[in-house]
């Protein structure tokens, strides 16, 4: 690219939180600094308080790479984190990545010409899951399938358009702004939140299959359960604290849940309540057939055990919501009112 198509890229502000995330920090940094763009690109690391190495290996990126700065996030949240940074970054395109998100080649430059393509407030695509052990390599198959997570684009890709989310993002500084930014009182499902205002605000959310970052999974059943049981949890604050948000999707993992609960406590009743909990194991036992293809033994093996922890992990967290984190959060920031919002969600 000539010197002169290179000054007229706008720059990109990079933001990326991080967490205990030693394991993975160096290499999605590289990924990032790797990027064929010829404009001008920072790199802004939002710390919270880890007990690994990764302040450590945030100061050795920061003294090798001018490009490459450090942000505090006392609190360790992602929201905070994410918006920590981007009030320590300075660029009018703005790409969230996260400590164990891995960007492909090309992903800056074609989401900013998107942007400008599409007359986009945000753009993105894929989370490509993909592990390294045999656990992640069945949770990976369980997050990019349809029966693991339904049929959300940026999980099983699909052809390009407008969507409702997508996976991290690459906004316009100014719709950020405008809209103040994350919400700091979702811990989980920021991402959703601020698109559902974006989309509010009439801007244009854009998917395409074109910009796949890879993703990491949890490296076992507990740290999925947890991640997927606060998925369901915050999912059920979103629909409170957003009405219009509700999709028929998200019932469900609580479905499967009662299901399976039921089922077996009505066994003792009846056993014929048994064909609940037999229906959906059947039911992921003959996914985990199909969607495990081409993955070793010992992967297909685990595949039934991520598919169940995902489903019956949020679905447990959606029906265990409490109306108190809801109304904690419409508190903090409730459009047209906060009395109004709040006897909404204790109605919810």
């Known amino acids: 690219m000539n010197t002169k198509a290179a000054e007229e890229l706008p720059a990109v502000s990079v933001i990326m939180p991080v967490l205990n995330e030693e394991r993975h920090l160096r290499t999605a940094v590289r990924h990032i600094l790797e990027q064929d763009y010829a404009g001008p690109m920072e790199v802004v690391i939002a710390l919270g308080p880890s007990s690994d190495r990764t302040d450590e290996i945030a100061a050795e990126l920061v003294a090798e790479d001018s490009r490459v700065r450090t942000v505090r996030n006392p609190t360790g949240r992602t929201p905070a984190g994410l918006n920590a940074a981007i009030r320590g970054s300075s660029h009018p395109i703005v790409v969230r990545v996260d400590g164990h998100g891995l960007l492909t080649p090309g992903y800056v430059a074609t989401a900013v010409r998107l942007l400008g393509e599409m007359e986009a407030a945000n753009v993105g695509g894929i989370m490509f899951a993909e592990g390294e052990t045999e656990w992640e390599r069945a949770v990976a198959a369980a997050m990019t399938s349809k029966i693991g997570v339904g049929n959300a684009a940026f999980h099983t890709g699909g052809l390009a358009g407008p969507a409702d989310t997508v996976y991290l993002g690459v906004f316009r500084r100014e719709v950020l702004e405008k809209l103040g930014g994350y919400n700091e ?104 057939a199909v969607e495990g293809r081409g993955l070793s033994l010992k992967a297909r093996l685990r595949l039934p055990v991520a598919l169940a922890t995902m489903h019956l992990s949020w679905g447990f967290g959606f ?25 909404a969600a204790e109605s919810g």
């Open 319 to 343: 029906l265990t919501s409490p109306r108190s984190l809801a109304r904690k959060v419409i508190g903090s920031r409730a459009p047209g009112g906060t009395t109004s919002a709040v006897r």
């Open 185 to 288: 009182e979702f811990i989980r499902a920021q991402d959703w939140e601020l698109n559902y205002r974006i989309r509010q605000d009439g801007g244009l959310i854009w998917f395409t299959p074109q910009l796949r970052v890879t993703y990491r999974p949890r490296p076992t059943v507990r740290a999925l359960a947890k991640q997927y049981k606060d998925y369901g949890r915050w999912r059920r604050v979103v629909i409170r604290y957003h009405r219009g948000s509700v999709n028929l999707r998200y019932l469900a993992p609580p479905a499967a849940f009662l299901a399976v609960v039921l089922g077996l406590a009505l066994s003792a009743v009846h056993p014929a309540f048994l064909v609940l909990p037999a229906g959906y194991l059947l039911g992921i036992v003959g996914g985990a």
